[in-house]
């Protein structure tokens, strides 16, 4: 969860939203991973699931988080959706099994 919470808020301070508190950025975070799952749900391909959600997105931060622009909630969801993603193949490669000890 870290792996998350801080980037997004170091970017949302970097593009000065005015919400940068504990609570606004995990609640942004627990909104945007209920709608990316929600939308996930309608579309099986998941590069235009991470499109969809990185527009989506945009409009969340800017509202939640008070960002100035549009702009700015764009590139706070980008980072959020990239540090998702990287959080999930370290954990995807933490709990990997290796084929050799599958069949020893």
Not at 55 to 68: E, P, R
Not at 70 to 82: A, H, N, P
């Amino acid at each position: 969860m870290a792996l998350i919470y801080f980037p997004t808020k170091y970017v949302a301070e970097y593009f000065g939203a005015e919400r940068t508190r504990f609570w606004a950025i995990l609640f942004s975070l627990i909104i945007n991973g209920f709608i990316t799952q929600a939308i996930g749900s309608f579309i099986d391909h998941k590069l235009i699931t991470f499109v969809v959600m990185l527009g989506i997105g945009g409009l969340l931060f800017q509202y939640i988080l008070s960002a100035a622009s549009y702009k700015q909630g764009f590139f706070i969801s980008l980072l959020s959706q990239v540090a998702i993603l990287v959080c999930f193949l370290v954990s995807a490669g933490t709990y990997s099994v290796e084929p050799s000890s599958i069949f020893s």
